[in-house]
Structures are given as structure tokens and as C-alpha cells.
């Protein structure tokens, strides 16, 4: 995975979860909050933290924010700065912006003004986002420490017709490899399947493991 330059404007709990998150993950994260204690809270979690107002063109051309890959707007609830900022980051052309939405209307504001991604607060986990932005493949991911987590994902279709066994999968058993939980088929839900069940294109798993290993998967 190649890391990228990404900017976090608003460090609450999602922005400073997915800062520090996609800061694990190897990217080079800058965080922006007006708030100088959330800026002294993140520090050595992110690559820098600065106190500022992410809606000053002046400040955030200073920190080269024009040139960052992704941006991620995670002010919640000052509207008016989150869409603000959501703008002047769109003036920037920077080629990905997240934005978190408090409500339908903020959402589709975000959304005419540029965002390319709108998380709502039923998709409120900064964790996720950073897991997920990387791995447009994999559905969803629940963390259950810092490298081990489940992912639900489609086949990839290397896989296709092999069974679990051939495909590398192993017993749920074995806590050090990638383990198939579940298989998703169709209507049906098969928990904990046979290594000797055949892949089919349309299935899709539920895995845990390492990370790494599901990184590697897709």
C-alpha cells in the first residue's frame, strides 16, 4: 500500500480515531482543530497536529494542504465550519474528500459542494473509515486489537471454484492465520464452513486474522 498525504480537519472522537488510525496504517497525517487541547491529545499519534481553523486559506495553504492526496472532514457539529471547510479543500482539487455528516441535509450539502464520500453517523467509526478507504473491497471491518480484526469481503476471483483449503484458508481453530468464520451465499449463511467447501463467485466471507493477512487477500 502506498502511503498518502492526509489532511484531518476536526479532531473529535471520529477525526481523531481516523487520524490516528490511518496514521497506524503508515500514511503521513496532518491534524487541523482549533482546539489546542485535542492538538496536544493526538500528538505522536499522527504525523503532525497543529492548532488552527481549518477554513483559513492563508493557514491551510501554509501547511501545503493543496497538495495533499485525501482530506477528511470530521468537524460534527459546527455545520457551518464542516461545509466551509469542505469547500475550500474542494477549491484545492485534492483528489479525495471524506466528510462526516451530522443529518440528510448537511449530507447532501457535502455532497453538491464536492465530497466524494459522505459518512453518516450510522457509519461513524473513524477506525472503519481508515480501514476501509484503503480496501474498497472489504465491506466492513471490526477491530479487535491493534493488528487482529474480521472483514467481511467478496471472493476474490482468483479463488473462484477453489475450496477453502486450496484457497489458504485455515481452521477457525488457528488464531495465527486467516480463518473463515462464515460464508455468505446467496439468501444462506454457512457459520464456521468446512475447508473442503467450494468457492463460488458470488460468495462472500467473513474472515478473521491478522491485518496484514487481510490486506494481502484482496
Request: charged share 20%.
Amino acid at each position: 500500500m502506498v502511503a498518502s498525504n492526509i489532511v484531518v480537519a476536526g479532531i473529535g472522537r471520529f477525526g481523531s480515531q481516523a487520524a490516528s488510525n490511518l496514521f497506524q496504517l503508515g500514511h503521513d497525517v496532518l491534524a487541523v482543530d482549533p482546539d489546542q487541547d485535542r492538538v496536544q491529545d493526538i500528538i505522536g499519534r499522527v504525523t503532525y497536529s497543529v492548532a488552527g481553523d481549518a477554513t483559513d486559506e492563508h493557514l491551510m495553504r501554509d501547511l501545503g494542504v493543496h497538495n495533499f492526496d485525501i482530506a477528511v472532514v470530521g468537524i460534527g457539529r459546527n455545520v457551518e465550519a464542516s461545509i466551509m471547510t469542505a469547500a475550500l479543500l474542494n477549491s484545492f482539487e485534492i483528489p479525495v474528500i471524506i466528510a462526516r455528516a451530522r443529518n440528510p441535509l448537511h449530507a447532501q450539502t457535502l455532497s453538491r459542494i464536492g465530497c466524494h464520500r459522505i459518512i453518516t453517523p450510522e457509519e461513524d467509526a473513524g477506525e472503519r473509515l481508515a480501514n476501509s478507504l484503503f480496501n474498497p473491497n472489504v465491506s466492513e471491518y471490526i477491530s479487535l486489537g491493534a493488528t487482529f480484526g474480521v472483514s467481511k469481503l467478496p471472493i476474490p476471483e482468483r479463488f473462484n471454484n477453489m475450496t477453502l483449503r486450496e484457497a489458504g484458508f485455515t481452521d477457525a481453530r488457528d488464531r495465527y492465520r486467516l480463518s473463515v468464520m462464515a460464508l455468505l451465499r446467496s439468501e444462506t449463511t454457512r457459520l464456521v464452513p468446512g475447508l473442503d467447501e467450494r468457492l463460488r463467485p458470488e460468495d462472500h466471507v467473513v474472515v478473521a486474522g491478522d491485518k496484514g493477512l487481510i490486506d494481502n487477500l484482496i
